[in-house]
Nanobody, 127 residues
Framework: QVQLVESGGGLVQAGGSLRLSCAAS???????MAWFRQPPGKEREFVAT????????RYADSVKGRFTISRDNAKDTLYLQMNSLKPEDTAVYYC?????????????????????WGQGTQVTVSA
């Protein structure tokens, strides 16, 4: 089993920055991790993912150039640095993890591929 705990959300003005963290614990080895978000009244959507050793990353088009994902394997923690935030970034942000090995260079963006989810952290960006 894997437990994921997100932190770092909050209220910020447009143009501001936030850094989300996701601490992972448990005895199961995690191969893939990602961030998703669920805006009000919408479905959960992919935001960003990285390979185990941060070799490759992939971002949703809506956040490219503004968000940066990174993974500290020594601390079992996933981060999402969010800059130049916009009101449309308002959402509950979720950390996701998978214990299924899809290859060291695989960038897993499919929501259904992740077995473990955090409880979510609210990010609200005011205009």
């Amino acid at each position: 089993q894997v437990q994921l705990v997100e932190s770092g959300g909050g209220l910020v003005q447009a143009g501001g920055s936030l850094r989300l963290s996701c601490a992972a614990s448990g005895r199961t080895f995690i191969y893939h991790m990602a961030w998703f978000r669920q805006p009000p009244g919408k479905e959960r959507e992919f935001v960003a993912t990285t390979t185990h050793f941060n070799i490759n990353t992939r971002y949703a088009d809506s956040v490219k150039g503004r968000f940066t994902i990174s993974r500290d394997n020594a601390k079992d923690t996933l981060y999402l640095q969010m800059n130049s935030l916009k009101p449309e970034d308002t959402a509950v942000y979720y950390c996701a993890a998978s214990a299924t090995n899809r290859g060291a260079r695989a960038l897993v963006t499919n929501r259904g591929a992740y077995e473990y989810w955090g409880q979510g952290t609210q990010v609200t960006v005011s205009a």
